[in-house]
């Protein structure tokens, strides 16, 4: 892939190239049993989820949780989904695409909210990381927003990629966010975090496959 190329795509990963939901919503609900919450179903997961991730867990105890009740949630979510992600597998579909849009001469690169010395041999573990200019995922804390590390993940793609070119293909609000705050623009999957109705609060396109998010990527990069 050279540098100057008509279009780029920054994907997402967990809800969108990655189809992990079962693993998500079992990691979540052994979080939740931690403060004796109840379990939770996907679909109200999605109707639900936001991010920063605190305000996920004020939705459901009425109140922000204390710092001591957020760090034991993270522990143990990030515990009980890495026990739990290996039975979980790529989007359908989703290798192809990746594979026609490099093809095509177009560029794409990976922005993740997991954590980035987790995130890389995940990804290399499908073969797939050969198709992006780079792989970054979350350094710091977790349960942020994406917008910082959207901008960063840019600067450092360089001058090759133009945001007003670039479209972000994620499954949360967020990824419109981050999108926005960039010059980006982005298309939103349904099959991940968030509900339809949640999406198209964001004002972006909202699509049902990857196969139409790279359609509609295609439509508005050019």
Known sequence: MGMHVSAHIVWDWNGTLFHDNDAIIGATNAAFAELGLAPITLEQY???????????????????????????????????????????????????????????????????????????????????????????GRTGPSGG????????????????????????IGDAADDAVAASQVGARAVLYTGGSHSRASLEEAGVPVVDTLADAVREARRIAA
């Open 46 to 136: 999605r109707t639900l989820y936001c991010v920063p991730v605190p305000k996920f867990y004020e939705r459901l105890l009425g109140r922000l949780p204390t710092d001591a009740e957020w760090e034991l949630m993270d522990v143990v979510f990030h515990r009980h989904y890495a026990e739990q992600r290996g039975r979980c597998g790529l989007t359908e579909g989703a290798a192809e695409l990746l594979m026609e849009w490099r093809t095509a001469g177009h560029s794409q690169s990976l922005l993740s909210m997991y954590g980035h010395e987790e995130l890389v041999p995940l990804v290399r573990g499908f073969g797939i990381e050969a198709h992006f200019l780079r792989v970054d």
């Open 145 to 168: 927003s994406k917008a910082g590390h959207m901008m960063r993940h840019l600067e450092a793609l360089g001058a090759g990629v133009e945001p007003a070119r670039t479209v972000v």
